[in-house]
């Protein structure tokens, strides 16, 4: 008798946990694909891409529905336990967080058609920081998933730290809203829109910290959330 | 007459470093049962290989691992059941209450009394009900009047959770129970005599869902005044019941821990391949 490397005695129960991972990847990329689509429109001007993101929102819910279905089948069925519990729990935790960055991607559209519905489009400056934002947060998304797909701790850990860097750019584009609107009261109709899309990108980049800390969790069975960020740090290269 | 215990002849006041080979924490405060480096032999096969593991007081602790791991070996060194086999021999030192079991002065009868054991299959005596429970009080002279063997019966038959099916039955022979109910029947003889320690080795294995659930309900509610250990190839029965588990592998106790840790994060990869379904 020797542990076998190639996987579970019972092949079914492989093909099942290979088959919600994939499904959580596959969602991960639409979701993905979500959010650069909302802030492509947003550069565009393109209120029909927009319109087209929000309505896809409900392919993002069904995988939604989908991954929490074979989670509970998993549950029901298997029972797993050790590294498949943790597989399956994550999976699950994963979903949740999946379909809420298709949420932030959502409003996010919804306020393009918002702000490019009106008479005036908004000044330049006040759309700088979104872009900038965007390519993080969607970077944080990325490598989360990428972390997931390859099940690197190292990877996972150097993107639950980067969030700090995202909210930091949140607090800094709040600050310059403030000074827009105060200089000038009629920006403040565009300014609230953007401070919409900017809080919705600072929430993608919380819920990819929350991906990339169940990729520790998964891997090596500890529980990094709400750990200050050395603790996080230790889990990486040198960390047991 | 099987070789028994040989004195060691080491240096007591420098004990091996415990639970070396096995991932882990192997002793608790205050055990009731304390083994180190036990070895069994049957004639040449090494059965058990250099085992350290204390057993507490009021825990419920669960042995897994493959057929043919040792674990019921194991498990019938602590009430030295294996004196029983031609060929068998233990080595180590196996305690209770810090009193070698192994001892040569060492009353087996008594010992069995304290470390009392219930088995895969319900073996109830061809007896009535009330004959089996009151079997072992009385070679063990703990009633000194009718009324009060009546009274222990009672108890144990309560404490097992039999009592109210069997109360109007009790000179019926024990052998026309059910199995769950057999089972219980000889877990009440067990307690009968005020036990210590109860092993069960694969106590539910023949028993159906519900009867298992009754046994499982029994041993966490025995927890309260015993120790209790199980050896069980449901790995959720281990998990449902215990609060330490041991994982046995060709002999060797390879990782003892929380039943939490064990079944969420097993550290040893002998033991993650075991739980998780990863035999070849």
Not at chain 2, 76 to 103: H, K, P, S, W
Request: charged share 25%.
């Amino acid at each position: 008798m020797s542990v076998s490397t190639d996987g579970h005695t019972v092949k079914r129960f492989d093909q099942q946990l290979a088959s919600l991972r994939s499904l959580v990847l596959e969602m991960g990329g639409l979701v993905e694909d979500q959010i650069n689509r909302a802030v492509q429109a947003l550069q565009d001007e393109d209120i029909a891409a927009a319109r087209e993101v929000v309505a896809r929102d409900h392919v993002v819910n069904g995988f939604d529905v989908r991954a929490d279905e074979e989670v509970v089948n998993l549950l029901a069925l298997r029972q797993p336990v050790g590294s498949d519990l943790r597989m399956v729990l994550s999976m699950a935790k994963t979903v949740t967080d999946l379909e809420r960055i298709g949420d932030e991607a959502q409003k996010i559209a919804r306020m393009v058609t918002q702000i490019y519905d009106g008479n005036s489009a908004p000044n330049a400056r006040l759309l700088r920081d979104v872009a900038n934002m965007a390519r993080l947060a969607a970077n944080m998304l990325h490598g989360a998933l990428d972390a997931l797909a390859r099940m690197d701790v190292d990877k996972a850990v150097e993107i639950a730290c980067g969030d700090e860097e995202l909210d930091s750019e949140f607090q800094s584009a709040l600050r310059r809203l403030v000074t827009f609107m105060m200089e000038d009261p009629r920006t403040i109709g565009h300014a609230i829109d953007v401070l919409f899309m900017i809080k919705a990108l600072e929430r993608i980049g919380d819920h990819s910290k929350n991906i990339a800390e169940y990729v520790v969790y998964l891997v090596k069975g500890k529980d990094v959330r709400h750990v200050t960020i050395e603790t996080l740090a230790a889990q990486g290269r040198n960390g047991s | 007459m099987p070789e028994l215990h040989p004195q060691p002849e080491a240096d007591h006041t420098a004990p091996a470093p415990v639970g070396h080979r096995t991932v882990g924490t192997v002793t608790v405060d205050n055990p009731k049962i304390a083994a180190r480096d036990v070895n069994v032999f049957y004639g040449e096969k090494h059965a058990i290989k250099h085992v350290d593991i204390d057993i507490g007081i009021n825990e419920v602790i669960a042995f897994i691992g493959p057929s043919g791991c040792g674990k019921s070996t194991f498990l019938r060194c602590l009430n030295r059941m294996n004196d029983t086999i031609d060929g068998c021999r233990v080595e180590g030192a196996i305690t209770l209450d810090g009193q070698d079991i192994y001892d040569r002065e060492l009353d087996v009868v008594q010992l069995r009394a304290r470390v009392g054991m219930v088995f895969q299959k319900p073996n109830p005596f061809p007896k009535s009900i009330y004959d089996n429970v009151a079997y072992g009080p009385r070679i063990h002279g703990m009633a000194s009047s009718r009324s009060e063997l009546d009274d222990l019966v009672q108890w144990s038959l309560e404490k097992a959770g039999l009592w109210n099916e069997v109360k109007d039955r009790l000179q019926q022979p024990g052998t026309g129970l059910s199995g769950g109910q057999q089972q219980r029947l000889c877990i009440a003889r067990a307690i009968a005599v005020s036990p210590e320690v109860i092993l069960m080795d694969e106590p539910c294995s023949a028993l159906d869902p519900i009867a298992t659930a009754k046994i499982e309900e029994l041993i966490d509610e025995l927890r309260e005044n015993y120790s209790i250990v199980i050896v069980t190839h449901s790995m959720q029965q281990a998990a449902r019941v215990s609060q330490r588990t041991a994982y046995f592998h060709l002999g060797d106790l390879i990782e003892v821990g929380e039943t939490e840790q064990i079944f969420t994060n097993p550290v040893h990869k002998l033991t993650e391949g075991y739980i998780t379904g990863r035999f070849g």
